[in-house]
Structure formats: C-alpha cells, structure tokens
C-alpha cells in the first residue's frame, strides 16, 4: 500500500515562531489533504493541495507532486494552533478516494 | 462546521454489546466514508459506499458492518465489542467518492468498551 510519512513527530514552538511540517508519500496520488486535530479531537479540514500552492490566513501549502512531498507551512504561530497535523493521500488505482493518513506530526505551541 | 453529523459524541459499553453508530452526510454528497482512530492503529479507513452501494472496503472486521440507506445517512454496526475496539470513530462525505475530491469529516464518535 501507499507509505505516509511525516516530519517531525514532535514539534513545541514559541507563540509567534514559525513552523514547516513535512509529508512525504510513496506513489502518485490524486487526492492530498491536510487536517489538524484540536485537542477535543475534531479533525478539520485544512487544505486540499494535490498539487501547486495555496494561502489560507496564516497558513499555506504546497505540494511538488512528481517528487512525491508536500510542506505545510504556519506562520506566527498560536496557542490555538495546538493538536496533531495530519497529511493525507489516496491510492488511485483503486478509484475509491479512500483516505491513507500519516502518523502526524504533534505541535505545541506556548505562550 | 463541516457539515457532517454523526451521532452520538459518545458511547460507553460493555464488552460483548453491539451499538451502532449512524452518520448524514453533508447536502448533495453521495459517498460517505468510516474511519477509526485508535491509539495502536492511528487513523484508518474501514469503508465507504457511494448511493447506497458498497465502494471500497478497508481494515474493516468482520465484526463490523455498516450500509447507507437511501437517504443516504449512513450507519456503522459494530457487535461482539472487545477492549481493543474502544476509539475514535469518523464519519466523512464527499460529492462522487472519486478520485479528485476533498473529504469533509464530522466531529466523531467516541466509544469506550469496558
């Protein structure tokens, strides 16, 4: 199956610091999201980024799909920024879109 | 809010029960997708149906079950619960279910087997 790896496990910051997170996937895919999980446990949806670049706020993506990794970049980091970040990809020859998430990496940020 | 309901937040049970839980997808999506999030495991996906038709089918037990009705809300089954099934469990839709589509997922169902 598709192998997701990413980068660090573990990350504390100072509020205000910056932080890359890293993905890195074994095979093509079609489908490359990115979540954060809040302490409460709730999984919310980040970015879809197969490919290319995108901004949201303080947070941006990118993905270089023909060297099969993706960035997840947090600018000015938050308390509120705290949980686990997961990548996520599909597998497309089975066409199904279902999901194969990384071991995520956990962020702690400090005020 | 990602538009993505699933019932109940929580279950507490025994071992040896069955419980179900039951998710609706969000307006206009046809495909819904069950994933577990346990502490061994992490996150994987268990199965997923399109219109009412099983699609794909993950790390699933034969224990657990699940079907979409025409509705299209969808419900996971789980019977003869053990300890090790106690988790984090998500719903999540999408439009089609193929290929280039993001996934929403709801807020989870937490069960803990005693």
């Known amino acids: 199956g598709i192998q997701v790896e990413q980068s660090p496990p573990d990350l504390i910051l100072q509020e205000g610091a910056n932080s890359t997170l890293r993905c890195n996937f074994s095979d093509s895919v079609n489908n490359l999201q990115w979540f954060h999980q809040n302490p409460w446990g709730q999984l919310i949806n980040l970015f879809y980024?197969?490919?290319g670049t995108k901004q949201n706020g303080r947070l941006s993506a990118t993905t270089v799909a023909t060297e099969r990794y993706s960035l997840l970049y947090i600018s000015s980091s938050q308390t509120t920024d705290s949980g686990v970040y997961f990548c996520?990809?599909?597998?497309?020859?089975?066409?199904?879109?279902?999901?194969?998430f990384g071991t995520g990496t956990r962020l702690t940020v400090i005020p | 809010d990602s538009g993505v309901t699933q019932t109940p937040k929580h279950l507490i049970t025994a071992t040896g029960q069955r419980v179900t839980l039951r998710c609706s997808p969000r307006s206009g999506d046809l495909s819904v997708y069950w994933y577990q999030q346990s502490l061994d495991q992490g996150l994987q996906f268990l199965i997923q149906y399109y219109n009412g038709e099983e699609r794909a089918k993950g790390n699933i037990l034969e224990r657990f079950s699940a079907q979409q009705f025409p509705d299209l809300h969808s419900e996971l089954n789980l019977s003869s619960l053990e300890l090790g099934d106690s988790a984090l469990y998500f719903c999540a839709s999408s439009p089609s279910g193929q290929g280039e589509e993001t996934q929403y997922f709801g807020p989870g169902t937490r069960l803990l087997v005693l």
């Open positions: 980024i197969p490919s």
């Open positions: 996520a990809v599909d597998r497309p020859e089975t066409g199904a879109n279902n999901l194969f």
